[in-house]
């Protein structure tokens, strides 16, 4: 049989389940009362993944005495923050390169915020004794291409330059970290990164906001903004909240203030977990040091270890679906999970015969500058935070507190940021939303294959600061 599978991968994934492998867990609590009549509060969050989460508990923590309601659609953790692949990374610009090319002049205060950042995460997770497998592993990034080593090298001697310190792996060094053929050098960073069971980091958040007296309401979408009086009113399905304050954390799904809804385009990303590896396939591939992964290309994987050893797999194929569909039948693809599969025995032909148990998808806010933007509405009533791209299980922490800043009208080092006050360029309109981010996926399979270069497409739209991403 594991012959079988080595020629035609699709083999290992005829008996996985068709949902996340996160929130099949018994341990996943039950939903909470929907909300019904009208409430009052001094601050409505709209949104209950680490955003809103985040953001109800920093406003208990900076006043407890202020009443807080949290307004969910589904279940906390439900989407995107019950999904990913658990990598809580201290980035709060989608990778050390890009906060640098797009905001040189401050990326070091970026990266000393976003390393304080993850350390305050840690620190939560100690004092409201949340369980969520935090492992505080790094993150390594392979190339397996040779233009790639250039550009890791090249990475490396920057990151030095600004005084950070990340590894330059040579072949054999990397492949001493975890073996695979296709290994040519790595990058390692062994503290910037944490991997979590990021479904169970949500329900933690959960329960810590409900021990602090936020009133949660699950399966209550909200449907309307609206303000009233010296205040702000969010309409739900059956009832309102009126609040004097909101926080607005829906990510990918529409914004309740309509005009920053053209920033945002919903992606889908895809993954897929192994059953449990044993300890001589474990041993076959080493990475005994647990490091976070992830590969260089512009279409790129990631992957990690769980907490019961199986392999998470993902990326590679973030798919846009014309009018910035989502819908539940996007979740699963199975055209996606037979090429990451065929790339996952590519990367581990060792692993022959494993099998995988949870395929699934969900759907990412990605922005043209790749990490999270801030706004107000509502004469400052309002504020929301969107765009995290992929990495914002660290970056929501810090979002929750720029939208606690911005509501309590504070001037913070946070607030000053150049990040903080300027915006992405929206996408267009479509057909041309569509045709523009087609183009530029073909682009960067092309460059992939190319040897890193980049097209006439790509380089302009590097001239112009826009790009797509997962």
């Known amino acids: 049989m594991s012959q079988a599978i080595a020629a035609d991968p699709a083999r290992a994934l005829v008996h996985a389940e068709p949902v996340p492998f996160w929130l099949d867990d018994p341990a996943r609590p039950a939903a909470l009362p929907a909300l019904a009549g009208d409430e009052h509060a001094d ?7 680490y955003c809103g989460l985040w953001t109800a508990l920093l406003a208990k923590e900076r006043d407890p005495g202020r009443d807080v309601v949290l307004v969910e659609a589904r279940e906390a953790g439900w989407a995107a923050s019950g999904r990913n692949g658990g990598f809580c990374s201290s980035s709060l610009t989608h990778g050390f390169g890009n906060g640098l090319a797009r905001w040189p002049g401050e990326i070091a205060e970026l990266e000393r915020l976003g390393m304080r950042n993850l350390d305050g995460i840690e620190d939560a997770l100690r004092r409201y004794g949340i369980d969520c497998d935090w492992e505080r592993t790094g993150e390594l990034n392979v190339a397996t291409r040779p233009h790639q080593v250039r550009e890791l090298r090249d ?9 950070l310190a990340p590894e330059f792996l040579d072949t054999e060094q990397v492949r001493a970290e975890v073996a695979s053929p296709t290994y040519l050098a ?22 810590a906001c409900l021990r602090l007296g936020v009133r949660i309401y699950e399966r209550t979408p909200a449907t309307s903004l609206s303000t009233r009086g010296a205040g702000v009113t969010v309409t739900t399905a059956y009832g309102r909240v009126t609040a004097r304050r909101v926080a607005l954390a829906t990510n990918a799904f529409p914004s309740l203030v309509h005009r920053v809804r053209p920033y945002v385009v919903p992606v889908y990303d895809y993954a897929m977990v192994t059953e449990p590896l044993t300890d001589e396939q474990l041993a076959a591939i080493g990475w005994r040091n ?3 992964m992830a590969d260089s290309g512009s279409q790129f994987h990631y992957y990690r270890l769980t907490a019961d050893n199986r392999i998470l797999w993902g990326g590679y194929d973030a798919v846009y679906h014309y009018g910035s569909r989502v819908s539940a039948d ?3 693809r199975p055209v996606t999970f037979r090429v990451l599969a065929g790339n996952f025995f590519r990367t581990f032909p060792q692993l022959e015969g494993v099998r995988f148990t949870h395929t699934w998808g969900g759907v990412i806010d990605t922005c043209t500058r790749f990490s999270a933007f801030f706004g107000t509405a509502a004469q400052g009533r309002a504020a929301y935070a969107l765009g995290f791209t992929g990495l914002g299980v660290g970056a929501t922490r810090f979002a929750a507190q720029v939208i606690l800043d911005r509501l309590d009208g504070l001037d913070t080092p946070r607030t000053r940021l150049a990040m903080v006050r300027t915006k992405p360029v929206p996408f267009p309109p479509e057909p041309l939303r569509w045709l523009g981010i087609e ?11 190319n040897g890193g270069r980049r097209n006439l497409w790509l380089r302009t739209m590097d001239a112009l600061g826009l790009g797509f991403d997962s």
């Open 43 to 49: 601050l409505v969050v709209v949104g209950g993944g």
């Open 155 to 163: 990475e490396a001697e920057e990151m030095r330059r600004h005084g």
């Open 186 to 207: 790595g990058l390692l960073d062994r503290d910037g990164t944490a991997l979590v069971n990021p479904a169970r980091l949500a329900w933690g958040l959960r329960a």
């Open 290 to 292: 647990r490091h976070g």
């Open 330 to 332: 996007l979740d699963q």
């Open 439 to 449: 183009l530029t996926r073909r682009s960067m399979a092309s460059a992939d294959r």
